[in-house]
């Protein structure tokens, strides 16, 4: 009997589309499903007649794989993920793989890269990104962990893979035991950033500016010819044309509140233990759980008041200082997010490559853009560039926008419309592009209350000083550490 190439388990969404991608790429495919009548189901509708062997038991499923096997599964991360990495080990032998394709978070993964290789057994996290349509027509895959597990799966994932225009795959290593999901949680985060950036864009328009739906969906339509060519510019013009059958659109009809798996925030606190000012995602993190506040806002807009919106100027003109705005925000949120990634590189002891990474993202991902391949332009020009803003391209569109980007954010203060992302990312321009900062009067205020010490511009840096303040403290100085 003929053996699988690649094992799965996980027919739901995201699993079954990917299963059709590999066995149209002329891979034989082994399915299993903690509800085996979803395989049956499977098998006799979207699987019948193409290379399928549907199982009914973990023990059948690895006996079906040719070796090495490649055990992957697409389950809801957490306790799934550990059950049915123990369920399959008593039926692998050394050197077989198991895979976890799902949004698990990068320090499970650290933990099950451990624990499977103390099995004498090979394993990858793996980022898998671009929705069901991306897992049936090609993603953008982000694998990380044992590293011998590279070349038996490569084949397959660069095959499946989402590929560029040059036809390079948006896939490639990543690094050791939880880079890949690390890289793939940083992508996450960059997408709620530019999610929320669109938002905020969005409602300036409608509510600063007046726009209707059908004058934003020709604006997003001519901004997705532009420098903001993206899938997610593309689909906010789509949503913005899109009517029911009533002629009505649907975008009026959908309550403001948003939902979230976790991945935003899993971004953000990351980037509080590393030290990293992911500000930007930060905020569009918390603009999530602002909007699910949905009854309070609506008693709190019965009792708050705020100016009057009256927009009467330009509005071509404010809508290409939008453009602008949403343009450097945007460069700024991938800014801070390759920081936050090269930090935990050098923690983890990742050698990420910054350059592969931006080409991974640029097919078959939410967050795939024109963009990117402008990043990958800079780590290939300077494989050791510390933030994307010092890059002579992405300088250079900064400081072209930043007066639209300025009058964006007083406007928007004026008319008292929320934009916490962009004007978040202005902030952090301002705040890295200034020598001197008031961290020296917050120094001072540390060391009055708690004797914290300080640093001084005229001694050399690690040399710390404590003053007595108010004549009543000793000379005693708190131990010095970043927590």
């Given at each position: 009997m003929a053996k699988a190439d690649i094992g799965l388990i996980g027919l739901a969404v995201m699993g079954e589309n990917l299963v059709l991608n590999m066995e149209s790429k002329g891979f034989t495919v082994a399915v299993f499903n903690r509800t085996v009548a979803k395989v049956d189901s499977f098998i006799a509708g979207r699987g019948a007649g193409k290379n399928f062997i549907g199982c009914h038991s973990i023990e059948e499923f690895c006996a079906s794989l040719e070796r090495p096997r490649k055990v992957m599964m697409l389950v809801k991360a957490g306790d799934a993920v550990d059950s049915f990495i123990d369920q399959v080990i008593p039926?692998?032998?050394?050197?077989?793989?198991?895979?976890?394709?799902?949004?698990?978070?990068?320090?499970?993964t650290i933990r099950r890269a451990k624990y499977v290789e103390s099995k004498g057994l090979l394993f990858i996290g793996t980022g898998v990104s671009g929705g069901e349509e991306g897992a049936l027509l090609g993603p953008s895959i982000m694998p990380g962990g044992s590293e011998a597990a590279w070349e038996p799966v490569k084949p397959i994932f660069q095959k499946i893979s989402a590929h560029t225009e040059a036809g390079e795959p948006c896939c490639e290593w990543v690094g050791a035991d939880g880079a890949g999901h690390f890289v793939k949680m940083v992508h996450n985060g960059i997408e709620y950033g530019d999610m929320q950036m669109i938002c905020e864009t969005y409602q300036m328009m409608k509510e600063g500016i007046g726009l209707s739906n059908e004058e934003m969906h020709e604006v997003f339509k001519e901004w997705n010819k532009s420098e903001?060519?993206?899938?997610?510019?593309?689909i906010t013009r789509d949503i913005l044309g899109y009517k029911d059958e009533n002629g009505e659109a649907v975008i009026d009809q959908i309550l403001d509140t948003a939902g979230q798996k976790g991945t935003g925030k899993w971004t953000a606190v990351s980037a509080l233990d590393c030290g990293q000012p992911l500000t930007l995602i930060g905020e569009a993190v918390f603009a999530r759980c602002l909007s699910a506040l949905k009854?309070?806002?609506?008693?709190a807009s019965k009792v708050?008041?705020?100016?009057?919106?009256?927009?009467?100027?330009?509005?071509a003109a404010m809508v290409d200082d939008l453009k602008q705005a949403l343009y450097a925000s945007k460069i700024v949120s991938y800014a801070q997010g390759y920081q936050l990634m090269r930090a935990a590189a050098e923690e983890h002891g990742w050698k990420l490559n910054n350059g592969e990474i931006a080409l991974m993202w640029r097919g078959g991902c939410i967050i795939r853009s024109a963009f990117l391949g402008n990043i990958k332009e800079a780590f290939d020009t300077n494989p050791d560039l510390v933030n994307l803003l010092l890059d002579p391209f992405f300088k250079d569109a900064v400081e072209n926008a930043q007066a639209a980007w300025r009058r964006v954010i007083i406007k928007s203060v004026e008319f008292g419309i929320p934009m916490p992302a962009i004007s978040a990312a202005l902030a952090y321009f301002d705040g890295y592009r200034a020598a001197r900062l008031p961290a020296n009067l917050l120094q001072a205020?540390?060391?009055?209350?708690?004797?914290?010490?300080?640093e001084r511009l005229d001694k050399p840096r690690g040399e710390f000083f404590h003053t007595n303040w108010t004549g009543r403290g000793g000379d005693t100085a708190a131990s010095t550490y970043i927590a």
């Open positions: 039926y692998l032998e050394e050197g077989d793989i198991i895979i976890d394709g799902g949004n698990s978070h990068y320090p499970d903001l060519d993206s899938y997610l510019i593309e009854n309070e806002r609506v008693e708050l008041s705020g100016p009057k919106v009256a927009f009467d100027g330009d509005k205020q540390r060391d009055y209350f708690g004797a914290h010490t300080y």
